[in-house]
Each structure stands twice: as structure tokens, then as C-alpha cells.
């Protein structure tokens, strides 16, 4: 009866002091400013898998406008194949901070920090597994 007692205790402390959960609008309003969320350099890298082919990694840099574009240049590694190349394309930033581009006929999905410092995305596409981080160097 007393660690129940305790238990109890210890939930409703827990309960009471915990941040408040997002509102749907609350999360709505965490990107307010869409694709300008993203804007300047940053720095990727990243790991993955090309099925049927092998391991790739990955490192870069991005550059976003800020309204819709990025210009991707990176070294890769693909089952030991060095290559470098640049590419660009379009980018989406929506309210919560979900978001999604199109590089070279490859789609990817991203999270993004609200204050658009952080990157977390992965290839959409089937058998590429791939995903990384990106960190804003500079505006």
C-alpha cells in the first residue's frame, strides 16, 4: 500500500510540473516564416545505404535562398567510389517545421529547428537509404 501511496505521489508530481503539451496551432506557428526558416550555409553530413549496391556516406554544404531554393555541393562515397558533385533544387519549409526537397530527381523529407540553425532529413525514395544532418554555418 505504501509504494502504491508513493507511486501515486510521484505521478501526480510529475503530472503538475510537466511543460504543457502542443496545441495542434501551437505547432502550427513553430515555422511561421515557411521557407525562410531556411536561409544561408550550413554544413551536412551524412550515412546510408544504396540497396543492391552498398554503404554511402556523405559531406557537404548547402546554401538556401530562403525562398524556395538550395545549391547543394557535396564529396560522396558509394561502396568506396569517391565522387563530388553539385546540384540544386527546390525546397518546402511548412508551419511545423516539416518540410521536403527535390535534389536531382531524389526526394528527401526535414525537420527543421525553429530557429533554422538544425537540419534532420532522410531520402523518401525507395531503396535509398539514406539520411543526415545539416547545421547552418552562416546566414
Do not use: Q
Amino acid at each position: 500500500m505504501t509504494k502504491l501511496l508513493g507511486s501515486l505521489a510521484l505521478a501526480a508530481i510529475i503530472l503538475t510540473t510537466a511543460p504543457p503539451a502542443l496545441k495542434a496551432n501551437d505547432a502550427d506557428a513553430l515555422c511561421p516564416l515557411g521557407n525562410a526558416t531556411l536561409r544561408g550555409t550550413y554544413m551536412s553530413r551524412s550515412e546510408g545505404t544504396l540497396v543492391g549496391v552498398g554503404p554511402l556516406a556523405a559531406v557537404g554544404w548547402l546554401t538556401y535562398d530562403g525562398k524556395g531554393n538550395v545549391v547543394n555541393g557535396f564529396t560522396i562515397s558509394v561502396n568506396g567510389v569517391i565522387s563530388h558533385d553539385t546540384i540544386s533544387g527546390p525546397y518546402t519549409v511548412n508551419s511545423d517545421c516539416t518540410g521536403s526537397t527535390n535534389l536531382s530527381g531524389r526526394n528527401y523529407f526535414f525537420i527543421v529547428t525553429p530557429d533554422g540553425n538544425t537540419v534532420n532529413w532522410i531520402a523518401s525514395d525507395p531503396g535509398f537509404v539514406f539520411s543526415g544532418t545539416e547545421i547552418r554555418l552562416r546566414r
